[in-house]
């Protein structure tokens, strides 16, 4: 009698808490190992242009040049040693992975503005642009994953935005950037990028997650102009240690991280839980009503 009770219950719970995950998608994820130690990675150049507020660390390797600290602020910065030369090989790896994840859905030709898209992984055969707001939806999951497979270029429009809701968070979104990635004036961008070549972040253009140039190419660069950056933690990563703002930034201190992981309490699984518990106690309740009647 208990096994079907307890079986009802699980089964809530798991319904509950069953990721929308990229668990289907072919091949091996792309897990970005010392990579994600970074805020900012690139193989030739890192170059900075005023009051630039990264909360996490710059790696470079094998360039050594990094200019713009100060006036903008960053985390430590390891130059063409042994921890940037890994982190740029592990970026590698990451890379081929997302680009050889299995697609979900093609949208070459299609402006990502006012899309909405569930964990998965998207295809543009070239280039890749948007305009307004792309939403990202972990359907009430936090292990959602997903992965823009971009041919060519990635550029967004001045003042554009991704929206993550119900449980994505900013670490699971990878943009693998065949060449290179232009993130435009005030843009709100969210995730890893992965570019072949480039990263350039315009004026006041801010990012939850990290700009990883030089993949494949060793002329690798991340160009920054009075930018905000935030290296997400979760995904196995820590939280990063604090970075004090530069003088005249007057970019946000925090980047609209999704309320599930605040003070990394997981919400979504907690509230699962208590409702796989409830609907164990439901049955419960149910069978004994019936033998009250019988």
């Known amino acids: 009698m208990r096994r079907p009770i307890f079986a009802v219950g ?65 985390g430590h910065q390891d130059v063409a040693n042994g921890a940037a030369v890994q982190a740029m090989l592990d970026l590698t790896t990451a890379y081929n992975n997302a680009a050889g994840a299995t697609t979900t859905a093609t949208l070459t030709g299609q402006d990502l503005g006012n899309k909405t898209l569930v964990p998965g992984a998207y295809k543009y055969a070239s280039s890749a642009g948007l305009t307004g707001t792309l939403t990202l939806d972990g359907g009430g999951s936090t292990t959602g994953l997903w992965i823009f497979q971009i041919g060519s270029t990635l550029t967004t429009a001045s003042s554009s935005r991704v929206s993550l809701i119900n449980g994505a968070q900013p670490c699971d979104v990878f943009w693998q950037v065949g060449s290179s990635a232009t993130i435009g004036t005030a843009t709100a961008f969210v995730g890893n ?72 309490i997981p919400w979504l699984l907690v509230i699962a839980v208590g409702a796989g518990f409830g609907a164990t106690v439901l049955v419960v309740s149910s069978r004994r009503r019936r033998r009250r009647r019988a």
């Open 193 to 264: 990028i992965l570019a072949n070549t480039s990263i350039t972040m315009t004026t006041g253009a801010t990012l939850n997650g990290r700009a990883l140039a030089g993949a494949i190419s060793s002329s690798g660069a991340v160009t920054l102009d009075t930018n905000r950056i935030i290296q997400p933690s979760g995904c196995g990563y820590a939280v990063p240690a604090y970075v004090g703002p530069p003088v005249g930034n007057i970019l946000p201190a925090t980047l609209g991280v999704p309320w599930e992981l605040i003070n990394e």
């Open 10 to 74: 699980l089964s809530g719970l798991i319904l509950l808490t069953w990721p929308a995950t990229g668990l289907a998608l072919g091949g091996p994820l792309p897990n970005i190992g010392t990579a994600g130690n970074y805020a900012v990675l690139a193989a030739a150049t890192v170059t900075n242009t005023g009051p630039s507020w990264i909360t996490g660390q710059i790696g470079l390797s094998p360039g050594t040049s990094v200019t713009g600290f100060p006036p903008g602020t960053s």
